[in-house]
């Protein structure tokens, strides 16, 4: 007999199993057989006797398959299908392709290949035999009729898709045998029809010879139910069914449907009355088709028996009855359960009769207090898990009697977040203990780093081989180990393939296969051609077969470059093997000596090098059996050794202790205190796998049993609820990161929040008002960083929890001092700093060293120039010794067809310099050639002219500047009295360096980099020194400075700009070096592109032009040079004084910085004044 019990509490279903299994009477010897649906439910069951009994012993817990193949061994042989592993489907696909390959004339398949004639014909082959495989299985459970029909000689389908399929299942029916579980579970029917109960009864005792329960299911595939109903007629089969409701609902859908349609006006009888559904019912509906559609194949193909035991619970009237007010999570699972027509009024249930219409009206408010079911909005998966940790410290410190093990965290992809979970839950805080937790249904390569390393290594070996695929893969532990390198090694690998010009290929073959032309350039061939010529040279400059030696001291340790070669070697014999077309058998003994190459193996992962070569051998026999011998490409093989891989069963560590984190799957209605649900955002959940368009059940309507991954993900959303008993908590990923914008949930988390919201009414709302609703004090968003203000204030949101320790302690203070002192919230730098004396600090200038008394310290002039220039930069570096990361401006993975930003800076001023020494422009554009950073071929070769152009201009210009005769540069050492702006005195410095460019005539300098603030600021500092010198010590010195460079907004001709004789240098030299001196302890809001800006417009008057015009500089707009804007150049700056304006974007001067004025018109206007700009 099949009796069947249902309920909405695990727990009641698991007193019923345990009083059963554990019954004294029953025969101590005899294995009890509890048919689960996954390993957390066998394992919670097993914890749950076990703490009630002391024990759980002689206990099998069998997953559906397994349970009906021991049933069908109970059959005799002559009367059942043995079993053929050759019907799974990762075994199946090589007998599908194989009958795929000797199918490809066939004109009833034509259809089919249209897409596997392409020269990946073969891959798409296997691809799609996969794809067939798994639809068959899914035929083979769901539609055991169909394949039946299929397999008889004389089948006749009339639809074109399911003429070929059928076609197809016949041949690999006949190829591989009969054995798939519909053959298996019919001929199981048919035998145990044919004889008597008790001999079929006697066969299944030897191979269940316990009390055989079905736990806890939700769903069956109908086939299966067919066979327990068919071992039910024999022995007596307990189900237990999870279920949200007592009442039967299996057509409720079509109800609510009907009932909608009709409205309130028609009076026919149905389940809902003349009333429309309530919005409970509605959620019902829309999340439990699952469940529904399991009672319907329960009552149609199954003989049952309903247990005379009441085990559904009213949880609203449970508290109540305990003395304490049902919280909303409770009073939604009784409205569920009772499917709104027979609860209490404590459920929150309308009525109209007079104390319960008061009764129902109070229940129906939700406090605010209430947090049994809270959506928390987040910015992003790492923020969802603070917030979580945050509510679950809270709810430890709140309830003694939680435990770890009473909350679960369940998330769609759990792989995508585990890095993140670690990282929070896995760092200790001081002050709180750690909470602990175990992730559970991690994938098999998360679980294995050989079989991820080695995974990697074939997909790189099919991809374009780019600079960060390659080093990722050679970081991954197992391969960084087989070459001897360390994770630091690794890293610095990066900056060396970097700076050698490596984007992507092996080498020129590999870029001729990507159908590129056959060039080595920028490939790691030709980036460790370039490596190792360094090594070889000793030195930067050389050029060797139209290569540029890079500096030697930035190639590092010679032994790092060798095993970066050997890697390449591997990878590079590897790709020509890859070319070839191989059988299954001999791609997997190829494989194997990958796996022995490129993974290093010890002791501790032996194990994990055995589990891929099993899972190679698996694939083999697989083949093999399946008389699958077509030669296949590496893509192909490479699918069915990662699916393979994935598929290997491993140990898992569902409740295992602590808090479990896991995937959201089907089927885990095990009950917690807290349950927590991640990642509910629109398009992530529920999961949808698009169908192939040749699905013939996705073409019909569903039939009762059938499942979706929607449907899935639908019910388990259902199960969650019914399973927690203290908190549901939500989070949805639904704020973006850059501007706080709302992102749509996910579609159950909306239906959920609107039922509520019909249902409940918010303590001191009225639904008819504009006041806040349910459903928007349900949804608590969440400040961006953990640290926010928002957590610890006294009259903050109630709903927003933190228990970081730190952030509440340092916030606390923080919020004191303010609220004690009435400040606005503190820049990270609130005054000067004490002026530094470091008498006898000497900076040395182009190796000379200098000299220094006790009494004054010396500058070098490169230092001046950069102090000014950089002030910020220079305070934080020198005086709070902080560097702060500048994001680089990194080389893409693609071949480069023009050089821009930096790159170009740095080819212009190598090619002045080599034109500027006398080089001809041939060597020098040879040299320029030979760069890594240039473009190959003929584009390489436009760039080169272009820059060569460029520079012979700048160069022509340069030396009509310079005059007759060169002069040898000039070191010098000044002594300097700095005095500041209201006239206060600084202590004497000793300004050092050595001037350069001289000429008879003039000071020349000469740059690629395109006139601007900068550049002139430093010409401007040199030329005061030039002045200085002539003025005091006569010795026939120019009194002119010559900057050559390109212009500033790209227009034609080369620009220059000139400086001549200044009389009085000295002072305002000195005042110069005053504001260096006020930079050792501040900061300067000086920027010099900026700042020149505002310093032009002012001296012409025009104050509000001077503010609109500095601010468009530094903020960026229109600019046709397409330049960054100074707040990017000045990172250190922006980052130092966040939220501060120095620049307003308004015309006036309300906000703008009066300090920022104030330098720019000091510094810029006598440079401004004696500047002549001349275009060539």
């Known amino acids: 007999m099949l009796l069947v019990e249902?309920?909405?509490?695990?727990?009641?279903?698991?007193?019923?199993?345990?009083?059963?299994?554990?019954?004294?009477?029953?025969?101590?010897?005899?294995?009890?057989?509890?048919?689960?649906?996954?390993?957390?439910?066998?394992?919670?069951?097993?914890?749950?006797?076990?703490?009630?009994?002391?024990?759980?012993?002689?206990?099998?817990?069998?997953?559906?398959?397994?349970?009906?193949?021991?049933?069908f061994a109970s059959a005799p042989a002559e009367a059942s299908v043995p079993a053929n592993p050759a019907w799974e489907p990762r075994r199946l696909v090589w007998a599908v392709a194989s009958e795929l390959d000797a199918a490809r004339d066939d004109p009833e398949f034509a259809p089919l290949y249209r897409h596997l004639h392409a020269a990946d014909g073969e891959w798409r082959l296997v691809s799609l035999a996969e794809r067939l495989a798994r639809l068959f299985d899914q035929y083979v459970t769901f539609r055991p009729a169909w394949v039946t029909r299929w397999a008889a000689p004389d089948a006749a389908p009339t639809r074109p898709d399911e003429r070929w399929q059928a076609k197809l299942f016949r041949a690999v029916h006949a190829r591989v045998g009969p054995g798939h579980v519909a053959d298996r579970a019919h001929a199981f029917q048919r035998w145990i029809g044919s004889v008597p109960p008790a001999t079929a009864a006697a066969a299944l005792l030897r191979v269940l010879p316990g009390p055989i329960e079905v736990f806890a299911v939700s769903t069956l595939p109908p086939l299966h139910l067919e066979v327990i109903d068919a071992v039910a007629r024999v022995r007596d089969v307990h189900l237990s069914m999870l279920t949200p409701s007592s009442h039967y609902w299996a057509d409720l859908w079509l109800e609510v449907r009907e009932a909608t349609e009709r409205g309130a006006t028609d009076g026919a009888a149905s389940l809902f009355g003349p009333s429309p559904p309530s919005p409970i019912v509605a959620l019902l509906t829309g999340l439990g088709r699952i469940g529904g559609d399991f009672q319907r194949v329960l009552e149609d193909k199954a003989q049952v028996q309903e247990s005379d035991r009441d085990l559904f619970e009213d949880p609203a009237g449970t508290s109540r009855r305990s003395g304490r007010t049902a919280t909303l999570l409770e009073r939604l699972q009784s409205r569920l359960a009772s499917l709104d027509l027979d609860a209490g009024p404590e459920a929150g249930m309308p009525s109209d009769s007079g104390s319960d219409e008061e009764a129902s009206a109070s229940a129906r408010v939700v406090a605010r207090a209430d947090d049994s079911i809270r959506v928390h909005l987040c910015h992003g998966p790492r923020?969802?898990?603070?917030?979580?940790?945050?509510?679950?410290?809270?709810?430890?410190?709140?309830?003694?009697?939680?435990?770890?093990?009473?909350?679960?965290?369940?998330?769609?992809?759990?792989?995508?977040?585990?890095?993140?979970?670690?990282?929070?839950?896995?760092a200790a805080e001081e002050g709180h203990a750690v909470i602990p937790y175990r992730i559970a249904d991690r994938g098999a390569f998360r679980r294995s780093p050989v079989a991820e390393a080695f995974r990697d290594g074939l997909e790189l070996l099919g991809s374009r081989a780019t600079r960060g695929e390659l080093l990722d893969w050679l970081g991954r532990a197992p391969v960084r180990m087989r070459f001897g390198l360390g994770e630091q090694d690794v890293e610095g690998l990066e900056a060396w393939a970097e700076r050698a010009g490596v984007r992507f290929g092996l080498d020129a073959d590999h870029r001729a296969d990507l159908e590129l032309e056959a060039a080595a350039a920028h490939t790691w061939s030709d980036g460790l051609d370039r490596l190792a010529l360094a090594h070889a040279?000793?030195?930067?400059?050389?050029?060797?077969?139209?290569?540029?030696?890079?500096?030697?001291?930035?190639?590092?340790?010679?032994?790092?470059?060798?095993?970066?070669?050997?890697?390449?070697?591997?990878?590079?014999?590897?790709?020509?093997?890859?070319?070839?077309?191989?059988?299954?058998?001999?791609?997997?003994?190829?494989?194997?000596?990958?796996?022995?190459?490129?993974?290093?193996?010890?002791?501790?992962?032996?194990?994990?090098?055995?589990?891929?070569?099993?899972?190679?051998?698996?694939?083999?026999?697989?083949?093999?059996?399946?008389?699958?011998?077509?030669?296949?490409?590496?893509?192909?093989?490479?699918?069915?050794?990662?699916?393979?891989?994935?598929?290997?069963?491993s140990p898992q560590a569902f409740l295992a202790g602590g808090v479990t984190f896991c995937e959201l799957v089907p089927l885990r209605a095990i009950p917690f205190r807290i349950v927590v649900v991640l990642g509910l955002v629109d398009g992530a959940f529920p999961r949808g796998r698009p169908a192939p368009g040749f699905d013939l059940m996705g073409r019909e309507p569903p039939l009762p049993g059938d499942r979706t991954p929607r449907s899935d993900d639908r019910y388990l959303f259902l199960e969650a609820i019914l399973s927690a008993r203290d908190q549901l908590v939500l989070t949805v990923p639904g704020m973006d990161l850059r501007d706080g914008a709302r992102l749509p949930p996910s579609v159950v988390v909306s239906e959920l929040l609107d039922a509520l919201d019909a249902a409940f009414t918010l303590e001191g709302g009225d639904p008819r008002s504009s006041a806040m609703r349910l459903r928007d004090w349900?949804?608590?968003?969440?400040?961006?960083?953990?640290?926010?203000?928002?957590?610890?204030?006294?009259?903050?949101?109630?709903?927003?929890?933190?228990?970081?320790?730190?952030?509440?302690?340092?916030?606390?203070?923080?919020?004191?001092?303010?609220?004690?002192?009435?400040?606005?919230?503190?820049?990270?730098?609130?005054?000067?700093?004490?002026?530094?004396?470091?008498?006898?600090?000497?900076?040395?200038?182009?190796?000379?060293?200098?000299?220094?008394?006790?009494?004054?310290?010396?500058?070098?002039?490169?230092?001046?120039?950069?102090?000014?220039?950089?002030?910020?930069?220079?305070?934080?570096?020198?005086?709070?010794?902080?560097?702060?990361?500048?994001?680089?401006?990194?080389?893409?993975?693609?071949?480069?067809?023009?050089?821009?930003?930096?790159?170009?800076?740095?080819?212009?001023?190598?090619?002045?310099?080599?034109l500027a020494a006398g080089a001809s422009p041939a060597s020098a554009r040879a040299r320029l050639l030979a760069h890594p950073l240039l473009p190959a071929g003929l584009a390489g070769r436009l760039v080169a002219d272009a820059l060569l152009r460029e520079a012979e201009a700048l160069v022509r210009v340069a030396r009509a500047e310079q005059g007759d005769a060169p002069r040898p540069d000039l070191p010098f050492e000044l002594e300097v009295a700095p005095v500041g702006a209201e006239g206060a005195a600084h202590p004497p410095v000793r300004l050092v360096g050595r001037l350069d460019g001289l000429w008879s005539s003039a000071r020349v300098e000469i740059g690629y980099a395109r006139l601007a603030g900068r550049?002139?600021?430093?010409?401007?500092?040199?030329?005061?020194?030039?002045?200085?010198?002539?003025?005091?010590?006569?010795?026939?010195?120019?009194?002119?400075?010559?900057?050559?460079?390109?212009?500033?907004?790209?227009?034609?001709?080369?620009?220059?700009?000139?400086?001549?004789?200044?009389?009085?240098?000295a002072e305002r030299l000195a005042r110069l070096v005053a504001w260096v001196r006020d930079a050792e302890s501040r900061p300067l809001p000086f920027f010099p592109a900026s700042s020149r800006l505002f310093a032009s417009y002012a001296m012409k008057g025009d104050l509000a032009q001077a503010r609109r015009s500095a601010h468009q500089e530094f903020e960026g707009g229109e600019d046709p040079s397409g330049r960054r804007p100074e707040s990017e150049r000045e990172l250190d700056f922006v980052r130092v004084w966040e939220g501060l304006e120095p620049l307003s974007s308004r015309s006036e001067a309300a906000t703008i910085d009066p300090d920022f004025e104030r330098l720019a018109v000091a510094i810029f206007e006598p440079l401004l004044e004696a500047r002549e700009l001349v275009s060539a």
């Open 537 to 649: 040279v000793g030195g930067a400059g050389v050029v060797f077969a139209g290569r540029l030696a890079e500096p030697l001291e930035a190639m590092g340790d010679p032994r790092v470059l060798g095993a970066l070669g050997d890697a390449w070697s591997l990878l590079a014999r590897a790709r020509r093997d890859v070319a070839t077309k191989r059988s299954v058998p001999e791609w997997c003994a190829w494989l194997q000596a990958l796996l022995d190459a490129s993974i290093w193996r010890d002791d501790a992962n032996a194990h994990e090098h055995a589990a891929v070569r099993e899972a190679l051998i698996e694939l083999t026999r697989a083949s093999e059996q399946a008389g699958f011998e077509a030669r296949i490409p590496f893509e192909a093989i490479r699918e069915r050794v990662a699916d393979t891989l994935a598929a290997r069963p």
């Open 778 to 914: 349900l949804v608590v968003p969440h400040p961006l960083q953990a640290v926010s203000e928002r957590y610890f204030a006294q009259d903050g949101d109630p709903r927003l929890v933190a228990r970081d320790p730190d952030a509440w302690r340092g916030a606390r203070a923080r919020r004191a001092a303010l609220e004690a002192e009435g400040l606005a919230p503190r820049r990270f730098f609130e005054g000067p700093l004490a002026p530094r004396r470091e008498p006898g600090a000497l900076v040395a200038d182009g190796g000379r060293p200098a000299t220094a008394t006790a009494e004054v310290e010396t500058l070098s002039l490169d230092d001046l120039c950069q102090r000014l220039a950089r002030s910020t930069r220079v305070f934080l570096r020198e005086r709070l010794g902080v560097r702060l990361p500048r994001p680089e401006e990194a080389t893409d993975e693609l071949d480069p067809r023009a050089v821009e930003g930096l790159g170009r800076h740095a080819l212009g001023s190598a090619l002045l310099s080599d």
């Open 1015 to 1065: 550049n002139e600021l430093e010409l401007w500092i040199r030329h005061l020194v030039l002045c200085r010198l002539a003025a005091e010590r006569d010795r026939g010195l120019p009194r002119r400075s010559v900057l050559v460079g390109r212009p500033e907004k790209r227009e034609r001709p080369e620009r220059m700009v000139r400086f001549g004789p200044v009389e009085d240098a």
């Open 383 to 426: 923020r969802e898990l603070e917030v979580v940790q945050s509510i679950l410290r809270d709810a430890f410190e709140r309830d003694a009697t939680l435990a770890p093990e009473d909350v679960i965290v369940m998330a769609p992809d759990i792989d995508a977040i585990a890095a993140d979970v670690e990282a929070v839950f896995g």
């Open 6 to 71: 249902r309920s909405n509490r695990t727990e009641r279903l698991l007193a019923g199993l345990a009083g059963r299994t554990m019954a004294p009477g029953r025969d101590p010897l005899a294995p009890a057989i509890v048919v689960v649906q996954g390993p957390g439910m066998e394992r919670w069951i097993a914890q749950s006797i076990a703490r009630a009994f002391g024990v759980c012993a002689n206990t099998t817990f069998p997953f559906p398959r397994d349970f009906l193949e021991r049933v």
